[in-house]
């Protein structure tokens, strides 16, 4: 079966040390596009239309904004993960991630992808910074960021996280104030994904079929 995939830089170094290379195509996306959800959502439509030539589409974001409401694929089927977003993905079940969350909804997650490409708490100030300068910056940040307390960083089974991450986590919590916790993520769902296989939390889409909110029922914490 030949397998498209179309996922984020969030969860590439995972997907690239559990892929089939002979079975499967893989595209990631700019994880800056979660900014622009509307334009995400118009670049994955467009890579899905590209790729009707495959026996089957696999995305790997999750809600993500809506970011995956109203994708059709024409004639191939669907496999997406109904979580919330890629923590849920890397932590191996939505319910986990649920779980965690109802602890301490004060929890701002990260992965050795996120840490690698995403646009961190701390970029953003520093972008507020060259903007607004030190004082709107600070005002900006604390809106949005100041209610977390901690940084909880899932590893990755099997992958190395060398030292340069957790100093560039150490950095992001003193700025913050944030108390830095690890947990062991779990590869199950997205080997599944990866593999095409139907296990809970992944949700098949048949062919022109769009996906809907209800597809994401039970993955939204907040």
């Known amino acids: 079966m030949k397998i498209k995939l179309i996922g984020c830089h969030s969860t590439m170094n995972e997907i690239k ?4 290379d002979e079975l499967m195509a893989c595209e990631f996306l700019d994880f800056n596009y979660h900014a622009q959800p509307a334009e995400l959502h118009k ?6 239309d590209a790729s009707q030539d495959y026996d089957l589409i696999v995305l790997t974001y999750g809600r993500c904004s809506n970011t995956l409401v109203d994708l059709v694929s024409p004639a191939v089927p669907m496999l997406i993960p109904a979580t919330h977003d890629c923590i849920g993905l890397l932590m191996g079940s939505n319910v986990r991630y649920l ?3 109802g602890k301490n909804t004060r929890t701002y997650f990260f992965s050795q992808g996120w840490l690698d490409y995403g646009r961190t708490p701390y970029d953003e100030y520093l972008e507020y910074v060259e903007k607004y300068g030190e004082k709107k910056a600070g005002k900006i940040i604390q809106a949005l960021y100041g209610h977390y307390n901690k940084a909880m960083l899932i590893k990755s089974v099997g992958m190395e996280m060398p030292e340069s991450y957790y100093r560039k986590l ?4 003193d700025f913050f104030g944030w108390e830095i916790e690890e947990m062991e993520g ?3 769902l997205l080997n599944a994904l990866v593999r095409g296989e139907k296990l809970e939390d992944i949700v098949f889409i048949e062919p022109g079929q769009p996906v809907t909110l209800k597809h994401f029922a039970e993955s939204d914490p907040t």
């Open 17 to 20: 040390a559990l892929k089939n």
């Open 43 to 48: 670049k994955i439509q467009e890579l899905i």
């Open 99 to 101: 779980e965690l969350f």
């Open 170 to 173: 150490q950095k992001i919590a």
């Open 186 to 188: 779990d590869a199950g």
